[in-house]
T-cell receptor, first 119, second 111 residues
């Protein structure tokens, strides 16, 4: 089983529709969850982070987390052609701690879902 | 400069060359990361540095040699690479275990 798995794409939605992107993860101890957007030829850009169960809204984006089901999703309302990109789910599977007691994160990424919003 | 910067943005090198990638973060973060992104594959974590100390090495071949002189700068030294090492190399930084912010990446082609 992959540590982080995203729904297979590509996903195509019409402009103005809701795009739904899903992600499951294997480690029940995971605490931090992130969605990144990556345009072709560019680096990943953080768009949402979520740490507790429930919904988190930011503009047209809503992240949903259900730790019991080990499931995190991203909804994009009123989808625009400019939202066309690859969306990466990332989970902080393991956090490290150095000798001095300072923590750092280790993200595991899903394979990405390609979203196309057509006019 | 703000955020995370990387140079060069594009690099073509022969298999016998030696080159270095540079990353600098202006966010005051404590952790820095190198990732490799190949076509059709998920992002692969290569190295993690926390306050300039290497804390993770994900079984990366020795032809990749990282260096972190301080918590703001990170280098990836490359030597005798293989064509399969051609990829987008991404640097990221984070404050403790929170969000990671990526630089623009270096597109590496090994000929």
């Amino acid at each position: 089983q992959k540590e982080v798995e995203q729904n297979s794409g590509p996903l195509s939605v019409p402009e103005g529709a809701i795009a739904s992107l899903n992600c499951t993860y294997s480690d029940r101890g995971s605490q931090s969850f992130f969605w990144y957007r990556q345009y072709s030829g560019k680096s990943p850009e953080l768009i949402m982070s979520i740490y507790s169960n429930g919904d988190k809204e930011d503009g047209r984006f809503t992240a949903q987390l259900n730790k019991a089901s080990q499931y995190v999703s991203l909804l994009i309302r009123d989808s625009q052609p400019s939202d066309s990109a690859t969306y990466l789910c990332a989970v902080n599977i393991k956090s490290g701690m150095d000798a001095g007691g300072t923590s750092y994160g280790k993200l595991t990424f899903g394979q990405g879902t390609i979203l196309t919003v057509h006019p | 400069e703000t955020g995370v910067t990387q140079t060069p943005r594009h690099l073509v090198m022969g298999m016998t060359n030696k080159k270095s990638l540079k990353c600098e973060q202006h966010l005051g973060h404590n952790a820095m990361y190198w990732y490799k992104q190949s076509a059709k594959k998920p992002l692969e974590l290569m190295f993690v540095y926390n306050f300039k100390e290497q804390t993770e090495n994900n079984s990366v071949p020795s032809r990749f040699s990282p260096e972190c002189p301080n918590s703001s700068h990170l280098f990836l030294h490359l030597h005798t690479l293989q064509p399969e090492d051609s990829a987008l190399y991404l640097c990221a930084s984070s404050r403790r275990g929170y969000e990671q912010y990526f630089g623009p990446g270096t597109r590496l082609t090994v000929t």
